[in-house]
């Protein structure tokens, strides 16, 4: 089975970094876009940063140049480098993939299990 594996969440100051990980494990054929979503209290769930396997990448216009999405595809795994962070970034950070089962002709989105960050003087 599939399974995303997140970590590097925490408690951090304002303008302070962290850098979050997520690594697919199971039978993975491709993973065709990868990224992280953000749920803040009482907020809906939102995407903050995505990449696909040819490097392009988008960002939310509240994280760009603060944040930059990476992945390592060798190890199927994919970072979120969050720098100067704001208390507005405050949420459960949620790592997203579509990815292709060995043997399957198509994509299964994937979730995370979601991980805290909280940014408070």
């Known amino acids: 089975q599939v399974q995303l594996v997140e970590s ?9 970094s962290l850098r979050l990980s997520c690594a697919a494990s199971g039978s993975i054929f ?3 876009a990868v990224g992280w ?5 009482g ?3 939102e995407p903050v940063a995505f990449i696909i396997n040819g490097g392009s990448t988008n960002y939310a216009d509240s994280v760009k140049g ?3 999405i990476s992945r390592d595809n060798a190890k199927n795994t994919v ?3 969050m720098n100067s962070l704001k208390p507005e970034d405050t949420a459960v950070y949620y790592c997203y993939a579509k990815i ?13 299990q979601g991980t805290q960050v909280t940014v408070s003087s």
């Open 8 to 16: 590097g969440g925490g408690l951090v100051q304002p303008g302070g």
């Open 30 to 32: 491709s993973i065709s």
């Open 37 to 41: 979503y953000r749920q803040a209290p």
């Open 43 to 45: 907020k809906q769930r």
């Open 66 to 68: 603060r944040f930059t």
């Open 79 to 81: 970072y979120l480098q």
């Open 100 to 112: 292709q089962r060995i043997g399957a002709s198509y994509d299964i989105p994937s979730w995370g």
